[in-house]
């Protein structure tokens, strides 16, 4: 029986686990049955390669996984990353500058490690503690300037995140992929006022899932399921052969979406692959 779809490309937080962080038994199930069938599996996610290891695990599968929002990939069998880009010294200064100015909780990720400043409340505190390893530094002075995968700053006084996002294109003015999402669109972040952005070096956001599949698989981008939830999985949604959203996503993505399925929570995905394979 031929197929028309050779990958599958998706998203991780909100989209492949429930809100409660594992993957729906329908959906591992049909993952595991196309994968055997030698159908590529990628995620595509914003985590860090720490934070993806989890979900990885659970899949099993030892594919390669997009990290970072697509400025680096990490090998699981390798335990590091392969591909990796960084943000410029200038964009570094800029941004520690914009943070500096405004008295806003920064944090920068390089391989294999991640460093803060000490939060001031609550809900800095279980940001932090959700990231997870998180290395507490006396104050922005003492972060990384070199090798610096992401930089985040979370605001709270910003009223939402185009805001954030605007005012730091505008006081970075310098190249790099910004995205931008209020804290609560995460489900064990319901409550929290925080608006987060993140800035990492220009490259094509998760679209660049698509460049690895063809790269190291031979797997052209028409022959590719994306799945995703948010606005920072539009590239992928756009240039896929198929572009799924989550019914639980963001507006921005399901104006873009080819198809739009069930929630998170449900068998949906699974229902999809069981469909399509």
């Given at each position: 029986m031929t197929r028309d779809y050779d990958g599958i490309l998706i998203d991780v937080d909100g989209t492949l686990l429930t809100d409660e962080g594992q993957i729906h038994a329908e959906t591992l199930t049909a993952l595991r049955r196309i994968h055997s069938r030698g159908v590529r599996i990628m995620i595509a996610t914003g985590r860090s390669e720490s934070a993806a290891r989890p979900v990885l695990a659970q899949l099993g599968f030892g594919d390669p996984a997009l990290v970072y929002n697509g400025a680096a990939l990490y090998c699981p069998h390798e335990d590091r990353l392969v591909e990796e880009r960084l943000l410029s010294d200038r964009a570094v200064a800029r941004a520690m500058d914009f943070a500096r100015e405004r008295d806003l909780m920064a944090l920068t990720q390089v391989a294999g490690?991640?460093?803060?400043?000490?939060?001031?409340?609550?809900?800095?505190?279980?940001?932090?503690?959700?990231?997870?390893?998180?290395?507490?530094?006396?104050?922005?002075?003492?972060?990384?300037?070199?090798?610096?995968?992401?930089?985040?700053?979370?605001?709270?006084?910003?009223?939402?995140?185009?805001?954030?996002?605007?005012?730091?294109?505008?006081?970075?003015?310098?190249?790099?992929?910004l995205t931008h999402f209020p804290l609560n669109a995460l489900a064990r972040f319901r409550s929290s006022p925080l608006i987060v952005a993140d800035l990492q070096p220009p490259c094509h956001g998760k679209a660049e899932g698509l460049r690895i599949l063809k790269d190291r698989f031979d797997i052209s981008s028409d022959r590719v399921v994306a799945i995703g939830d948010a606005s920072n999985d539009v590239s992928m949604i756009q240039e896929a052969g198929l572009g799924v959203a989550m019914g639980n996503g963001m507006q921005s993505l399901l104006d873009e979406a080819d198809r739009v399925i069930g929630s998170n929570n449900s068998g949906a995905i699974g229902a999809l692959l069981d469909e399509l394979f």
């Open positions: 490690a991640k460093y803060a400043l000490a939060p001031r409340n609550e809900h800095e505190s279980k940001a932090v503690e959700y990231l997870d390893g998180v290395e507490i530094v006396p104050t922005l002075a003492d972060l990384p300037r070199e090798f610096v995968i992401r930089i985040t700053i979370f605001s709270q006084t910003h009223s939402n995140s185009e805001s954030l996002g605007r005012e730091v294109e505008r006081e970075i003015d310098h190249p790099l992929l």
